[in-house]
Protein backbone atom coordinates (compact mmCIF):
# COMPACT_ATOMS: atom_id res chain seq x y z
CA UNK A 1 0.00 0.00 0.00
CA UNK A 2 1.48 3.32 -0.79
CA UNK A 3 1.40 6.42 1.56
CA UNK A 4 -1.52 8.92 0.51
CA UNK A 5 -0.38 12.81 -0.53
CA UNK A 6 -1.27 14.17 2.99
CA UNK A 7 1.32 11.61 4.35
CA UNK A 8 4.20 12.52 1.37
CA UNK A 9 3.53 16.29 2.01
CA UNK A 10 3.67 15.90 5.36
CA UNK A 11 7.02 14.72 4.57
CA UNK A 12 7.77 17.58 2.40
CA UNK A 13 7.01 20.31 4.96
CA UNK A 14 8.92 18.60 7.87
CA UNK A 15 11.76 18.14 5.78
CA UNK A 16 11.91 21.85 4.74
CA UNK A 17 10.94 21.25 1.57
CA UNK A 18 8.81 24.44 0.10
CA UNK A 19 9.73 24.93 -3.94
CA UNK A 20 10.97 28.33 -4.65
CA UNK A 21 8.43 29.31 -7.20
CA UNK A 22 5.94 29.55 -4.46
CA UNK A 23 8.43 30.86 -1.67
CA UNK A 24 7.17 34.85 -2.37
CA UNK A 25 4.52 36.39 -0.69
CA UNK A 26 0.94 36.64 -3.27
CA UNK A 27 -0.34 40.19 -3.41
CA UNK A 28 -4.30 40.89 -3.08
CA UNK A 29 -5.99 39.45 -6.34
CA UNK A 30 -8.42 41.91 -7.05
CA UNK A 31 -11.85 40.09 -9.00
CA UNK A 32 -12.02 40.46 -12.86
CA UNK A 33 -14.46 43.49 -13.85
CA UNK A 34 -17.68 43.19 -15.27
CA UNK A 35 -16.96 43.78 -18.64
CA UNK A 36 -13.48 42.95 -19.00
CA UNK A 37 -12.72 40.22 -21.42
CA UNK A 38 -11.51 36.67 -20.36
CA UNK A 39 -7.86 36.52 -19.63
CA UNK A 40 -6.64 33.43 -21.77
CA UNK A 41 -5.17 30.54 -20.00
CA UNK A 42 -3.25 26.97 -20.63
CA UNK A 43 -3.91 24.29 -17.77
CA UNK A 44 -4.33 20.51 -17.72
CA UNK A 45 -7.74 18.99 -17.49
CA UNK A 46 -8.78 15.75 -15.67
CA UNK A 47 -8.48 14.16 -19.08
CA UNK A 48 -5.31 14.51 -19.47
CA UNK A 49 -5.33 17.49 -22.15
CA UNK A 50 -4.47 21.24 -21.98
CA UNK A 51 -7.07 23.54 -22.29
CA UNK A 52 -7.08 27.09 -22.98
CA UNK A 53 -9.94 29.90 -23.97
CA UNK A 54 -10.32 29.44 -27.40
CA UNK A 55 -11.14 25.10 -26.44
CA UNK A 56 -14.63 26.79 -25.80
CA UNK A 57 -14.47 29.09 -28.59
CA UNK A 58 -17.50 27.90 -30.10
CA UNK A 59 -19.53 28.13 -27.21
CA UNK A 60 -22.50 30.94 -26.94
CA UNK A 61 -21.95 31.40 -23.08
CA UNK A 62 -19.28 30.19 -20.73
CA UNK A 63 -19.66 29.59 -17.48
CA UNK A 64 -16.15 29.13 -14.96
CA UNK A 65 -16.99 27.93 -11.60
CA UNK A 66 -13.80 28.00 -9.79
CA UNK A 67 -14.26 25.54 -6.94
CA UNK A 68 -12.34 22.94 -4.44
CA UNK A 69 -12.57 19.30 -4.01
CA UNK A 70 -11.93 19.47 -0.05
CA UNK A 71 -14.96 22.76 0.22
CA UNK A 72 -17.67 22.05 2.12
CA UNK A 73 -19.49 24.74 -0.19
CA UNK A 74 -18.59 23.61 -2.99
CA UNK A 75 -19.34 20.08 -2.35
CA UNK A 76 -22.73 21.30 -1.50
CA UNK A 77 -23.22 23.14 -4.48
CA UNK A 78 -21.74 19.93 -6.82
CA UNK A 79 -25.42 18.97 -7.78
CA UNK A 80 -26.66 22.34 -8.24
CA UNK A 81 -23.67 23.06 -10.96
CA UNK A 82 -23.93 19.32 -12.56
CA UNK A 83 -28.19 20.78 -12.74
CA UNK A 84 -26.53 23.88 -14.81
CA UNK A 85 -24.11 22.02 -17.17
CA UNK A 86 -27.20 19.69 -18.00
CA UNK A 87 -29.32 22.49 -18.94
CA UNK A 88 -28.12 24.76 -20.41
CA UNK A 89 -25.14 22.77 -22.32
CA UNK A 90 -27.90 21.61 -25.02
CA UNK A 91 -28.31 25.03 -25.27
CA UNK A 92 -24.71 26.11 -26.51
CA UNK A 93 -23.38 26.94 -22.95
CA UNK A 94 -20.06 25.71 -21.36
CA UNK A 95 -19.85 25.32 -18.01
CA UNK A 96 -16.19 24.79 -17.02
CA UNK A 97 -14.73 23.84 -13.32
CA UNK A 98 -11.28 25.10 -12.21
CA UNK A 99 -9.52 24.39 -9.17
CA UNK A 100 -7.76 27.38 -8.13
CA UNK A 101 -6.05 25.74 -4.90
CA UNK A 102 -2.38 24.87 -4.56
CA UNK A 103 -2.42 21.39 -2.77
CA UNK A 104 0.48 22.51 -0.75
CA UNK A 105 -1.48 25.08 0.86
CA UNK A 106 -3.95 23.42 2.00
CA UNK A 107 -4.14 21.83 5.45
CA UNK A 108 -4.90 18.51 6.64
CA UNK A 109 -7.40 20.02 9.29
CA UNK A 110 -9.05 22.16 6.67
CA UNK A 111 -10.13 18.70 5.11
CA UNK A 112 -12.39 17.24 7.65
CA UNK A 113 -15.46 17.59 5.28
CA UNK A 114 -13.99 15.80 2.27
CA UNK A 115 -12.68 12.26 1.56
CA UNK A 116 -10.07 14.00 -1.46
CA UNK A 117 -7.90 16.89 -1.09
CA UNK A 118 -7.27 19.30 -4.26
CA UNK A 119 -4.66 17.66 -6.02
CA UNK A 120 -5.01 16.75 -9.72
CA UNK A 121 -5.37 13.27 -8.28
CA UNK A 122 -8.15 13.97 -6.80
CA UNK A 123 -9.80 16.30 -9.35
CA UNK A 124 -9.53 12.88 -11.15
CA UNK A 125 -11.57 11.03 -8.22
CA UNK A 126 -13.94 13.36 -7.29
CA UNK A 127 -15.22 13.74 -11.15
CA UNK A 128 -15.35 9.93 -11.31
CA UNK A 129 -16.91 9.79 -8.50
CA UNK A 130 -19.82 12.10 -9.55
CA UNK A 131 -19.67 11.25 -13.30
CA UNK A 132 -18.74 14.94 -14.68
CA UNK A 133 -18.65 15.33 -18.22
CA UNK A 134 -17.58 19.00 -17.96
CA UNK A 135 -13.94 19.99 -18.00
CA UNK A 136 -12.41 20.20 -14.70
CA UNK A 137 -8.50 22.14 -15.23
CA UNK A 138 -6.36 22.04 -12.74
CA UNK A 139 -4.37 25.84 -11.84
CA UNK A 140 -2.94 24.73 -8.07
CA UNK A 141 0.60 24.70 -9.76
CA UNK A 142 1.21 28.06 -10.79
CA UNK A 143 -2.27 29.64 -10.33
CA UNK A 144 -1.55 31.92 -13.02
CA UNK A 145 -5.37 32.04 -14.31
CA UNK A 146 -6.69 32.72 -11.09
CA UNK A 147 -4.63 35.25 -10.18
CA UNK A 148 -5.77 36.88 -13.68
CA UNK A 149 -9.55 36.06 -12.71
CA UNK A 150 -9.17 36.82 -8.93
CA UNK A 151 -11.88 34.21 -7.48
CA UNK A 152 -12.59 35.14 -3.81
CA UNK A 153 -14.45 31.88 -2.81
CA UNK A 154 -14.88 28.75 -4.04
CA UNK A 155 -17.46 28.05 -5.21
CA UNK A 156 -17.40 31.33 -7.40
CA UNK A 157 -18.88 31.86 -10.79
CA UNK A 158 -17.94 33.87 -13.80
CA UNK A 159 -19.83 34.03 -16.67
CA UNK A 160 -18.84 35.50 -20.29
CA UNK A 161 -21.23 36.28 -23.14
CA UNK A 162 -20.25 34.81 -26.74
CA UNK A 163 -17.36 38.09 -26.88
CA UNK A 164 -15.77 36.72 -23.88
CA UNK A 165 -16.81 39.75 -21.86
CA UNK A 166 -17.51 39.32 -18.20
CA UNK A 167 -21.47 39.36 -17.64
CA UNK A 168 -21.23 38.18 -13.97
CA UNK A 169 -19.32 37.10 -10.64
CA UNK A 170 -20.44 35.80 -7.86
CA UNK A 171 -22.31 33.04 -6.20
CA UNK A 172 -24.27 30.38 -7.21
CA UNK A 173 -27.34 31.16 -5.85
CA UNK A 174 -27.92 32.75 -1.84
CA UNK A 175 -28.34 29.24 0.02
CA UNK A 176 -25.69 26.48 1.24
CA UNK A 177 -28.63 24.57 1.78
CA UNK A 178 -30.92 24.45 -1.65
CA UNK A 179 -33.77 24.01 0.68
CA UNK A 180 -33.24 27.90 2.37
CA UNK A 181 -32.28 29.30 -1.42
CA UNK A 182 -34.31 32.00 -2.30
CA UNK A 183 -32.12 33.45 -5.15
CA UNK A 184 -31.14 32.01 -8.89
CA UNK A 185 -27.76 34.61 -9.41
CA UNK A 186 -25.91 32.39 -11.57
CA UNK A 187 -28.53 30.66 -13.61
CA UNK A 188 -30.65 33.45 -14.21
CA UNK A 189 -27.27 35.44 -14.99
CA UNK A 190 -26.75 32.79 -17.93
CA UNK A 191 -30.28 32.92 -19.34
CA UNK A 192 -30.15 36.54 -19.52
CA UNK A 193 -27.13 36.45 -21.36
CA UNK A 194 -28.23 33.72 -24.12
CA UNK A 195 -31.70 35.88 -24.43
CA UNK A 196 -28.94 39.07 -25.21
CA UNK A 197 -30.84 41.15 -22.27
CA UNK A 198 -28.62 42.70 -19.40
CA UNK A 199 -28.40 41.04 -16.68
CA UNK A 200 -30.13 42.53 -13.97
CA UNK A 201 -27.37 40.84 -10.68
CA UNK A 202 -24.02 41.67 -12.51
CA UNK A 203 -22.20 40.82 -8.90
CA UNK A 204 -22.76 39.71 -5.97
CA UNK A 205 -20.42 38.28 -2.88
CA UNK A 206 -19.45 34.82 -2.98
CA UNK A 207 -19.55 32.35 0.50
CA UNK A 208 -17.47 29.97 0.56
CA UNK A 209 -13.62 28.26 1.51
CA UNK A 210 -10.91 31.00 0.94
CA UNK A 211 -8.62 30.19 -2.24
CA UNK A 212 -5.63 28.19 -0.93
CA UNK A 213 -3.33 30.98 -2.54
CA UNK A 214 0.45 29.31 -2.77
CA UNK A 215 1.44 32.45 -0.37
CA UNK A 216 -0.41 29.79 2.99
CA UNK A 217 1.98 27.04 2.89
CA UNK A 218 3.62 28.57 5.93
CA UNK A 219 0.77 28.02 7.92
CA UNK A 220 0.23 24.44 6.43
CA UNK A 221 4.06 23.97 7.94
CA UNK A 222 3.24 25.84 11.00
CA UNK A 223 -0.10 23.11 11.70
CA UNK A 224 2.90 20.44 11.48
CA UNK A 225 5.06 22.07 13.47
CA UNK A 226 2.07 22.20 16.07
CA UNK A 227 0.97 19.02 16.04
CA UNK A 228 4.84 17.34 16.33
CA UNK A 229 4.73 18.89 19.46
CA UNK A 230 1.49 17.24 21.02
CA UNK A 231 2.00 14.48 23.79
CA UNK A 232 2.28 10.72 22.79
CA UNK A 233 0.79 7.95 25.06
CA UNK A 234 0.13 4.46 25.27
CA UNK A 235 -2.20 3.14 28.19
CA UNK A 236 -2.55 -0.48 29.40
CA UNK A 237 -6.23 -1.79 28.64
CA UNK A 238 -7.39 -4.80 30.61
CA UNK A 239 -9.93 -6.87 28.29
CA UNK A 240 -12.81 -4.96 29.41
CA UNK A 241 -11.28 -1.65 28.52
CA UNK A 242 -10.67 -3.08 24.96
CA UNK A 243 -14.40 -4.61 24.78
CA UNK A 244 -15.69 -1.00 26.12
CA UNK A 245 -13.44 0.75 23.34
CA UNK A 246 -14.51 -1.51 20.67
CA UNK A 247 -18.65 -0.54 21.62
CA UNK A 248 -17.49 2.74 20.48
CA UNK A 249 -18.73 6.17 22.01
CA UNK A 250 -22.50 7.53 22.48
CA UNK A 251 -21.89 10.72 20.51
CA UNK A 252 -18.40 9.97 18.02
CA UNK A 253 -17.64 8.02 15.15
CA UNK A 254 -14.86 5.90 16.41
CA UNK A 255 -12.10 4.17 14.03
CA UNK A 256 -10.23 2.04 15.97
CA UNK A 257 -6.86 0.08 14.55
CA UNK A 258 -5.30 -2.94 15.92
CA UNK A 259 -1.49 -2.81 15.02
CA UNK A 260 1.56 -4.08 15.71
CA UNK A 261 5.46 -3.09 15.50
CA UNK A 262 6.68 -6.07 14.00
CA UNK A 263 3.19 -6.22 11.46
CA UNK A 264 4.77 -4.90 8.01
CA UNK A 265 1.60 -3.35 6.90
CA UNK A 266 0.33 -2.03 10.43
CA UNK A 267 3.60 0.36 9.81
CA UNK A 268 3.45 1.00 6.30
CA UNK A 269 -0.12 2.04 6.72
CA UNK A 270 0.00 4.02 9.88
CA UNK A 271 0.64 7.21 8.91
CA UNK A 272 -1.83 7.74 7.08
CA UNK A 273 -4.03 6.99 10.60
CA UNK A 274 -2.18 9.88 11.97
CA UNK A 275 -3.38 12.27 8.83
CA UNK A 276 -6.61 11.05 9.23
CA UNK A 277 -6.79 12.00 13.27
CA UNK A 278 -5.52 15.16 11.87
CA UNK A 279 -8.09 15.49 9.70
CA UNK A 280 -11.13 14.70 11.02
CA UNK A 281 -10.35 15.04 14.96
CA UNK A 282 -12.51 18.55 14.35
CA UNK A 283 -15.32 16.61 13.99
CA UNK A 284 -17.50 14.16 15.94
CA UNK A 285 -14.86 11.61 15.52
CA UNK A 286 -11.88 9.91 17.37
CA UNK A 287 -9.16 7.20 16.56
CA UNK A 288 -8.24 4.90 18.95
CA UNK A 289 -5.16 2.60 18.18
CA UNK A 290 -4.93 -1.15 20.29
CA UNK A 291 -1.30 -2.22 20.20
CA UNK A 292 -0.99 -5.72 20.09
CA UNK A 293 2.46 -6.42 21.19
CA UNK A 294 3.24 -8.51 23.81
CA UNK A 295 3.86 -6.91 26.87
CA UNK A 296 7.21 -6.64 26.88
CA UNK A 297 7.50 -5.34 23.99
CA UNK A 298 5.53 -2.03 25.36
CA UNK A 299 8.47 0.04 24.98
CA UNK A 300 9.43 -0.27 21.47
CA UNK A 301 5.74 -0.12 20.85
CA UNK A 302 6.02 3.61 22.78
CA UNK A 303 8.90 5.03 20.80
CA UNK A 304 7.57 3.82 17.94
CA UNK A 305 3.90 5.95 18.43
CA UNK A 306 6.38 9.10 19.14
CA UNK A 307 8.62 8.53 16.33
CA UNK A 308 5.02 8.62 14.42
CA UNK A 309 3.74 11.37 16.67
CA UNK A 310 0.99 9.17 17.11
CA UNK A 311 -1.51 11.90 19.23
CA UNK A 312 -4.31 9.82 19.12
CA UNK A 313 -5.89 7.30 21.53
CA UNK A 314 -3.69 4.46 22.00
CA UNK A 315 -3.87 1.27 24.22
CA UNK A 316 -2.18 -1.82 24.76
CA UNK A 317 -3.89 -5.00 25.52
CA UNK A 318 -2.34 -6.18 28.86
CA UNK A 319 -2.19 -9.49 28.18
CA UNK A 320 -0.12 -11.75 25.74
CA UNK A 321 -3.01 -13.57 24.09
CA UNK A 322 -4.06 -12.88 20.52
CA UNK A 323 -6.89 -15.11 20.33
CA UNK A 324 -8.44 -13.15 24.14
CA UNK A 325 -7.64 -9.87 22.43
CA UNK A 326 -9.38 -11.13 19.02
CA UNK A 327 -12.83 -11.90 20.56
CA UNK A 328 -12.39 -8.50 22.83
CA UNK A 329 -12.30 -6.38 19.40
CA UNK A 330 -14.50 -8.00 17.24
CA UNK A 331 -15.99 -11.35 16.72
CA UNK A 332 -15.70 -10.90 12.88
CA UNK A 333 -12.07 -10.80 13.05
CA UNK A 334 -10.42 -13.87 11.47
CA UNK A 335 -6.91 -12.89 13.22
CA UNK A 336 -5.10 -10.94 10.85
CA UNK A 337 -3.01 -7.59 11.61
CA UNK A 338 -4.12 -5.09 10.75
CA UNK A 339 -7.20 -4.94 11.85
CA UNK A 340 -9.61 -1.84 11.21
CA UNK A 341 -13.31 -1.31 12.28
CA UNK A 342 -15.20 2.05 11.81
CA UNK A 343 -18.18 1.95 14.53
CA UNK A 344 -21.00 4.46 14.66
CA UNK A 345 -22.68 5.99 17.67
CA UNK A 346 -24.38 3.24 19.28
CA UNK A 347 -22.32 0.24 18.26
CA UNK A 348 -22.87 -1.01 14.38
CA UNK A 349 -19.81 -1.14 12.23
CA UNK A 350 -19.87 0.59 8.84
CA UNK A 351 -16.39 -0.22 7.69
CA UNK A 352 -14.00 -2.90 8.84
CA UNK A 353 -10.76 -3.81 6.99
CA UNK A 354 -9.23 -7.66 6.89
CA UNK A 355 -5.31 -6.11 6.39
CA UNK A 356 -4.41 -3.05 5.54
CA UNK A 357 -6.82 -0.70 5.07
CA UNK A 358 -7.36 1.77 1.57
CA UNK A 359 -7.03 4.96 2.52
CA UNK A 360 -9.60 6.28 0.12
CA UNK A 361 -12.53 4.02 1.08
CA UNK A 362 -12.17 4.89 4.54
CA UNK A 363 -11.98 8.07 4.27
CA UNK A 364 -14.93 7.73 1.90
CA UNK A 365 -17.00 5.83 4.81
CA UNK A 366 -15.88 8.38 7.48
CA UNK A 367 -17.03 11.68 5.79
CA UNK A 368 -20.24 9.39 4.69
CA UNK A 369 -21.19 9.59 7.73
CA UNK A 370 -20.08 12.61 9.54
CA UNK A 371 -21.41 14.28 6.74
CA UNK A 372 -19.86 16.55 3.62
CA UNK A 373 -21.88 19.51 4.21
CA UNK A 374 -22.01 22.17 7.36
CA UNK A 375 -25.95 21.73 6.82
CA UNK A 376 -25.72 17.47 6.85
CA UNK A 377 -27.00 15.61 9.61
CA UNK A 378 -24.55 13.07 10.72
CA UNK A 379 -25.14 9.39 9.60
CA UNK A 380 -27.39 11.01 6.62
CA UNK A 381 -24.83 9.44 3.96
CA UNK A 382 -24.13 12.43 1.78
Same mark, same amino acid.
Given at each position: ?? #? ?18 ? /? $? ?5 ? !??? @?G ?13 ? #?????S ?9 V ?11 ? $? ?22 ? &???A??? &? ?19 D?? *? ?5 ? %??? !? ?28 ? +???? $???A ?7 ? &? ?12 ? $? ?9 ? *? ?20 ? &? ?12 G????L?L ?5 T *? ?20 ? %? ?7 ? %? ?15 Q ?15 ? @? ?15 ? +? ?9 S????? !?????? /? ?12 P????
Amino acid at each position: MH #RTVVAALAALFLSGGVPAAH /A $EERPSVP !TLA @IGATAPDFDLPGIDGK #RHTLASFKDAKVLVLVFTANHCPTAQAY $EERVEKLQADFAPRGVAVVLVSPN &DPLALRL &DEQGYSDLGDSLEDMKLRAKDRG *WTMPYLY %DGE !TQAMSTKYGPVATPHVFVFDAARKLRYAGR +VDDG $ENPAKAKTRDAR &DAIEAVLAGKPVAV $ETTKTFGCSVK *WADKRPWVKEGYEKWAQEPVAL &DVADEPAIRAVAKGDARKLRLINVWAT *WCGPCVIEFPDLVSIHRIYRGR %DFELVTINA %DDPDKRGKALEFLREQQASMRNVAFDKGDPYAL @IEAVDAKWPGALPHTIL +VAPGGKVIYRSEGAFE !TRALRK /AIVGWLGRYYHSTPGGGN
